[in-house]
């Protein structure tokens, strides 16, 4: 079959080194795609954004599957115009994308099915919302309703901060994103992930990861989109697993089929696991990047069946053939991020490094220039191992990482200390 993938960062380029390896897999196209993708598939170029434009590039091209990688298409509502033009499809529509694109429709959710989450109230006035802060005390967390490119939760440990935040957010600093504020109480706890596919009805879950959200090593410096990452996230024990299915999951997926609004694709679900007790933190309509690229690692071709079995609505005849393997992925971006970085710095060395099923380098800002991989982001490199213990891989990635040659970028040393 014919497979289109949306989307132009490590994740994407980790869904189609998975997909091509399966041998249902006939012509695949990513678009837009990065300088590492169009070394394995080709690369399109057309508003990902625009349903219509979607639509017709999918008619034009004769593609049988689309993937959808990022949350922005989604959001947009393309599932929604691919399905009604008859074109299989992974991904929510537009209103099950709310999980994701609204923290004030996910609060609502967790209430109507009775999800553990944080207490929280919901403003659109600052001066409500910062008597609010008075009276809870600090710390507490501020976070626009709406989607803000992974910036829009300021968690505050003192009230000084809390209420700024108030005045950035209904001041317009995240435009229609911060129209609408949600203030939570905070969570402690150790946070991980859990990816699990849905069809609308059934669930299946594809492995927990750990992301390392700051820049710095030791958990310092600012938020960014990820670090780094690995699977699985021992954290994920098998009771907090049973308690973190039954008790958010599968309850949000039913409210949410209750809605009339069924839940297709995969729900990237965040937690704070405290004393063996999941909270919810937040859903994504999507996997998460870096995340994907070692559940992709792990998985290899089957990821094709499983996307598949979640679009077309027979989860419940699928399983994943689990191997007992670790994989992690360590992001290099280029200096400066996530403050300003400069673009253009040529990276060497990649064509020394192995390329097979326990070593990739998954590509996100990169482009070629001249014959040469340049920088065009930043978040750049996803280097990727797996092993039979996290700290094989662990090894293996840092060892890959020893062969690249780029003065213009850093990584963080420390990726998955927390499970080493
Ligand atoms: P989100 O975009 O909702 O995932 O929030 C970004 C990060 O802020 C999360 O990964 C957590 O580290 C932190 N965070 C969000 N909500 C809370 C909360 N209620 N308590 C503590 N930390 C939180
Ligand atoms: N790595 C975090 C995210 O994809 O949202």
């Known amino acids: 079959m014919n497979i289109l993938i949306l989307g132009s960062g490590g994740r994407e380029h980790a869904l189609a080194w998975a997909v091509m390896q399966n041998p249902k897999c006939g012509k695949l196209i990513v678009a837009p795609g990065n300088a590492g993708i169009e070394m394995i598939a080709e690369c399109a170029n057309f508003d990902i954004n625009d349903g219509a434009a979607v639509v017709g590039f999918v008619e034009e091209n004769a593609i049988d599957f689309v993937i959808i990688g990022p949350e922005a298409p989604l959001a947009a509502g393309v599932a929604d115009d691919l399905r009604a033009a008859g074109v299989l499809t992974f991904g929510p529509s537009k209103a ?83 129209a609408e504020v949600v203030i939570e109480e905070f969570m402690e706890g150790e946070e991980a992930s859990w990816f699990i596919l849905c069809d609308g009805e059934n669930v299946l879950p594809i492995g927990t990861a750990q992301d390392h959200k700051r820049v710095g090593d030791g958990d310092t410096g600012p938020n960014t989109g990820g670090m780094g990452a690995y699977s699985p996230a021992p954290v994920m024990s098998d009771s907090v697993i049973q308690k973190a299915m039954d008790e958010i999951v599968k309850p949000t997926v039913l409210e949410m089929a209750k809605r009339g609004m069924p839940y297709q694709g995969v729900l990237y679900a965040g937690f704070m696991i405290k004393d063996g007790q999941p909270r919810l933190v937040e859903y994504n309509c999507r996997f998460g990047d870096p995340e994907c690229q070692v559940l992709m690692m792990r998985l290899g071709a089957q990821a094709l069946d499983l996307l598949l079995a979640a679009a077309e609505g027979r989860l419940d005849q ?57 920088s065009v982001g930043g978040r750049v490199l996803n280097v990727t191992a797996r092993g039979e213990s996290l700290k094989e891989a662990r090894d293996r990635a840092y060892a890959m990482i020893d062969g690249i040659e780029w003065p213009g970028g850093f990584n963080r040393t420390d990726i998955g200390w927390r499970a080493l």
């Open 96 to 178: 099950a994308a709310q999980l994701e694109a609204s923290k004030a429709f996910t609060k609502e959710i967790c209430d109507a099915s009775g999800a553990p989450t944080a207490g929280y109230a919901r403003f659109t006035e600052a001066t409500p919302a910062k008597e609010y802060i008075r009276a809870q005390g600090a710390p507490i967390v501020v976070k626009a309703d709406g989607l803000a490119a992974g910036k829009g939760v300021i968690v505050a440990m003192d009230e000084q901060a809390a209420l700024d935040a108030i005045d950035d957010m209904f001041g317009g600093e995240f435009g229609a994103a911060g």
């Open 318 to 374: 699928a399983q994943v053939n689990w191997a007992d393997d670790h994989a992690i992925t360590v992001v290099m971006a280029a200096n400066g991020y996530p403050g300003a970085y400069a673009k253009g710095s040529v990276i060497k060395g990649l064509d020394t490094l192995p390329e097979d099923s326990k070593n990739m380098v998954f590509h996100a800002g990169t482009a070629v220039k001249d014959g040469a991989i340049v």
